[in-house]
């Protein structure tokens, strides 16, 4: 669930990305996870991206079998244990990705904040 017109500070925080893989090209890919990757990691937040983290030998159920893994984890090493991820950031189009669809959910289950890419803050120059 994404909130209109908010913006949020992500800096220090961990995020993972979350948008259409299967039958995207090389190109858009790079558009849309490179180009989320970078815009976070300048804002100061550690990015967990499928698109560079996931083998691409991996076959779509593997794959969502690991992300799921990682999304689902928590930081145990806290006074009060928390999901490990900040944030779940929505990319473009994640509504016609049954996987990124399913992301949102188990985000929004575990108490990960569920936020659009254009949603981010940037940071005063």
């Known amino acids: 669930m994404t909130h209109e017109n908010m913006k949020y ?3 220090g925080c961990n995020v993972y990305l979350s948008g259409v893989v299967s039958g995207a090209t090389k190109e858009e890919l790079h558009r849309s996870f490179g180009v989320a990757e970078g815009v976070c990691e300048w804002n100061g937040a550690s990015v ?10 991996y076959s779509h159920e593997q794959a969502m079998l690991r992300c799921i893994n990682e999304l689902s984890m928590f930081d145990w090493e806290n006074t009060e244990p928390k999901p490990f991820y900040d944030f779940l950031i929505q990319l473009d189009g994640w509504r016609y990705s049954e996987g990124a669809v399913l992301e949102g959910r188990v985000a929004d289950a575990l108490g990960i904040e569920v936020i659009s890419i254009h949603e981010v803050e940037w940071p005063d120059e």
């Not at 967990?48 to 030998?57: A, S, Y």
């Open 48 to 57: 967990f991206n499928p698109v560079r983290c996931i083998p691409k030998t």
């Open 9 to 11: 500070d992500i800096s």
